[in-house]
C-alpha cells in the first residue's frame, strides 16, 4: 500500500500540471500583493489625502433611514442603537427589524422609544435578514437607506463621510470602514489586521479598477432608487450583500469605498465561528459567481471582468494551497521528499510571506489615521500566513461544489449566536 502511494505522488510529482500548480502557488501571493499594496496607496495618494467634496447646500441634504435588521441581537443592540442615535446629521431615522427574534432583542429596542427618530418593525417569523431589509424598504422616507448590522456602533460623523458621495447620480452605494472593537483575544486581533491589511486594502484596490467585489455588509448606504431598481436584496442568497453590489454594477451604478465613515463592530471570538462566518461568506461568493457568470461573455461588463477574474483566481490559489499541502504531508510522512517543498522554510516560501507581512504592515500603516490602536497589531500579523491562509483556503476550497448550485428556493435565515461563540 505504502509504495502504491509513493508510486502515485512521484508520478504526479512530474506531471506539468503539478508544476504549474506549484508556480501558480508562488508567484500569485507575491503578484497580488505587490498589486493591491501599490493601487491602495494610489487611492491613499489621490483621495484620502484631500478633503471631503460636498455638493449637497447645508440645508438640502438628503434625508437618510437608518435600517437595522436583528435577529438575537439582545447582547449587542442596545449599544449599537445608543451610537446611531448620536449622528451628526440633520435629517435620519431609524428602523430596527426585529425578524423574529426568540430573546430579548425586541424588549431592547423598545428601549429607545422614546426618541421620535426610531420605529421597530416587528417579524413573528425568521425569515432572513434580505428579507428583512426588503419588508422595511416601503417604510423608509429617505432618499438614502444606510444598512448596519446590529452590533455595529457608529462614529458620529458617518453620514457626514458617506452622503456627499451620493451627489453624482451615477453612485448607487458606499462602503463604510469597519474597524474591530473585541480585540480581547487572539483570534480576533488577526481579524483585525485582516480588516485593515487585506479587506479595506482590495477595497481601495478595487476602486482603482473600477469596481468592488462586495460592499460591507456591516455598513453601507445605498441610494433608494437604485436599490428599488434592481429588485432590493436578494433573500434566496446567503450573501446578499455580495449579490447586491453585482447587480448594481451591473445596471452600471457606481459603488465607492469611503475609509473616513468608520464603526466599530464585533467578530468571532472562536475557531469554530470563525470557521462558520467565512465558510458562510466563500459559499455565498461561489453562487454569486454562479448567478453572474454571465457578466464574462458580455463586452458591457468588461469593466466587471476584474473582480470576476480576482474572485476565480483566489478561489484556484487557494485550491492549490490546500492540493499541494496534501501532497506534501503525504510525501513526507511515508518518507518522500516531495518536488518544490521543504518543512524548511526556502526562497520562495521566504518570499511569500515577507511580502503577506510586507502588505499586512503597509494596510496598518494606511488605517492608522483612523484606527490608532491597529499598529499594536503588527507584530501578530507574522501569525497570519501561518494560520489564517489555511482557514481561509480550506473554507474556499470546501465552498467550490456551491460553484455549480443553483440559489435555494426560499428565503436564508439567520441564526444570531454571540454569546460563548462568537459567532
Known amino acids: 500500500m505504502t509504495a502504491a502511494i509513493e508510486n502515485f505522488l512521484r508520478a504526479v510529482q512530474d506531471t506539468p500540471a503539478y508544476w504549474i500548480a506549484l508556480i501558480y502557488f508562488a508567484a500569485y501571493p507575491i503578484a497580488t500583493s505587490i498589486l493591491w499594496?501599490?493601487?491602495?496607496?494610489?487611492?491613499?495618494?489621490?483621495?484620502?489625502?484631500?478633503?471631503?467634496?460636498?455638493?449637497?447646500?447645508?440645508?438640502?441634504?438628503?434625508?437618510?433611514?437608518?435600517?437595522?435588521?436583528?435577529?438575537?441581537?439582545?447582547?449587542?443592540?442596545?449599544?449599537?442603537?445608543d451610537a446611531v442615535l448620536q449622528l451628526d446629521y440633520p435629517d435620519y431615522e431609524v428602523i430596527v427589524i426585529d425578524?423574529?427574534?426568540?430573546?430579548?432583542?425586541?424588549?431592547?429596542?423598545?428601549?429607545?422609544?422614546?426618541?421620535?427618530?426610531?420605529?421597530?418593525?416587528?417579524?413573528?417569523?425568521?425569515?432572513?435578514?434580505?428579507l428583512a431589509l426588503n419588508d422595511a424598504l416601503p417604510l423608509a422616507r429617505g432618499e438614502i437607506i444606510l444598512v448596519l448590522d446590529a452590533d455595529t456602533e457608529p462614529e458620529p460623523d458617518l453620514l457626514r463621510a458617506m452622503v456627499p458621495h451620493f451627489a453624482s447620480v451615477r453612485?448607487?452605494?458606499?462602503?463604510?470602514?469597519?474597524?474591530?472593537?473585541?480585540?480581547?483575544?487572539?483570534?480576533?486581533?488577526?481579524?483585525?489586521?485582516?480588516?485593515?491589511?487585506?479587506?479595506?486594502?482590495?477595497?481601495?484596490?478595487?476602486?482603482?479598477?473600477?469596481?468592488?467585489?462586495?460592499?460591507?455588509?456591516?455598513?453601507?448606504?445605498?441610494?433608494r432608487d437604485a436599490l428599488l431598481d434592481v429588485g432590493g436584496f436578494s433573500p434566496d442568497m446567503p450573501t446578499e450583500d455580495i449579490d447586491l453590489t453585482w447587480k448594481l454594477q451591473k445596471r452600471f451604478y457606481d459603488i465607492r469605498y469611503e475609509p473616513r465613515a468608520i464603526c466599530g463592530m464585533s467578530v468571532p471570538v472562536s475557531l469554530r465561528g470563525l470557521w462558520k462566518q467565512r465558510l458562510r461568506w466563500a459559499r455565498g461568493l461561489m453562487q454569486v459567481l454562479h448567478r453572474h457568470r454571465g457578466v464574462i461573455a458580455h463586452w458591457k461588463y468588461?469593466?466587471?471582468?476584474?473582480?470576476?477574474?480576482?474572485?476565480?483566481?483566489?478561489?484556484?490559489?487557494?485550491?492549490?494551497?490546500?492540493?499541494?499541502?496534501?501532497?506534501?504531508?503525504?510525501?513526507?510522512?511515508?518518507?518522500?521528499?516531495?518536488?518544490?517543498?521543504?518543512?524548511?522554510?526556502?526562497?520562495?516560501?521566504?518570499?511569500?510571506?515577507?511580502?503577506?507581512?510586507?502588505?499586512?504592515?503597509?494596510?496598518?500603516w494606511i488605517d492608522r489615521r483612523y484606527d490608532r490602536s491597529i499598529m499594536r497589531m503588527v507584530p501578530y500579523a507574522v501569525w497570519y500566513p501561518i494560520i489564517y491562509w489555511m482557514l481561509l483556503a480550506l473554507a474556499a476550497v470546501a465552498s467550490i461544489p456551491w460553484l455549480f448550485r443553483r440559489p435555494q428556493s426560499g428565503p436564508v435565515r439567520w441564526d444570531t449566536r454571540r454569546s460563548g461563540a462568537g459567532a
Open 37 to 81: 499594496m501599490t493601487t491602495s496607496l494610489m487611492f491613499r495618494w489621490r483621495w484620502e489625502r484631500r478633503p471631503l467634496d460636498v455638493d449637497f447646500a447645508p440645508d438640502a441634504l438628503p434625508a437618510v433611514t437608518v435600517l437595522i435588521p436583528a435577529h438575537n441581537e439582545a447582547e449587542v443592540i442596545g449599544k449599537a442603537l
Open 99 to 130: 425578524d423574529g427574534s426568540t430573546d430579548a432583542t425586541l424588549v431592547q429596542a423598545q428601549a429607545f422609544r422614546g426618541d421620535a427618530r426610531l420605529r421597530i418593525l416587528r417579524k413573528t417569523t425568521n425569515e432572513g435578514k434580505a
Open 171 to 223: 453612485v448607487g452605494a458606499v462602503t463604510g470602514n469597519p474597524r474591530v472593537r473585541n480585540t480581547g483575544t487572539f483570534l480576533a486581533r488577526l481579524q483585525s489586521i485582516e480588516f485593515s491589511s487585506i479587506v479595506s486594502l482590495l477595497r481601495r484596490s478595487q476602486r482603482i479598477w473600477g469596481r468592488i467585489v462586495t460592499v460591507s455588509g456591516v455598513v453601507a448606504a445605498f441610494r
Open 302 to 364: 468588461r469593466r466587471m471582468w476584474p473582480m470576476f477574474a480576482e474572485s476565480v483566481l483566489s478561489t484556484l490559489w487557494a485550491l492549490c494551497f490546500v492540493v499541494l499541502t496534501t501532497i506534501w504531508i503525504l510525501s513526507w510522512a511515508i518518507g518522500v521528499p516531495p518536488v518544490g517543498a521543504s518543512p524548511i522554510p526556502n526562497l520562495w516560501g521566504m518570499t511569500i510571506g515577507t511580502m503577506c507581512v510586507l502588505q499586512l504592515i503597509v494596510g496598518a
